[in-house]
């Protein structure tokens, strides 16, 4: 009988020490990598709430077009920023991270360089303000290989003010095509 209760105690001890130990591990992860994901929902928020207006000029090869909408899908138009998250479990070690501050200390970059080159986002770079750590610019390098399309793209997105995206795709078939596009915001 004494011998089960020294069991049963010791399995209630490990238990809570491994929940403790997971613990850990989670709030390590959560603090790992830029929220892009959280971040991005946030703003879309925002903008959808304050009725933000889209200018956007798009240029895909010679074709340009320009539109401004008064009535913004902000989840469509900055939904692609959500899907470049790399702040989950598979990627712990798959990105280094480091951070470089300007000269004058008010801004901090952070920099997640991927040691995969079969990773869609090679390079995520977020500019930070010191004073509020809030972002003022996100950049996003993303490189497809797919069967019919190769893509090299660069994501750019400034809370509040735009987004841009510029680079090129290669259909399997087909002339390489650049890519240029840039979304300015404007609230009322």
Request: net charge negative.
């Amino acid at each position: 009988m004494h011998y089960t209760k020294t069991i049963i105690l010791y399995f209630l001890i490990v238990a809570s020490l491994s929940s403790c130990i997971k613990k850990e591990n989670t709030a390590l992860l959560e603090a790992k990598f830029f929220d892009l994901k959280g971040f991005m929902e946030k703003e879309i928020s925002s903008l959808q709430k304050n009725n933000a207006i889209l200018h956007s000029t798009t240029r895909l090869g010679e074709e340009v077009s320009d539109s401004t909408t008064l009535i913004v899908d902000w989840e469509k138009q900055l939904g692609i920023f959500k899907s470049f998250d790399i702040n989950k479990n598979a990627f712990l070690s798959q990105y280094s991270a480091d951070s470089i501050w300007n000269k004058d200390k008010s801004v901090y970059h952070l920099v997640y360089e991927s040691n995969n080159p079969k990773l869609n986002v090679s390079s995520l770079q977020i500019m930070v303000n010191a004073q509020d750590h809030s972002p003022i610019l996100i950049k996003i390098a993303s490189s497809k290989d797919a069967f019919f399309f190769k893509e090299d793209l660069l994501y750019s997105y400034q809370p509040g003010k735009g987004y841009g995206i510029i680079g090129t795709r290669k259909p399997l078939f087909s002339e390489e095509i650049d890519i240029e596009i840039a979304g300015e915001i404007n609230l009322p």
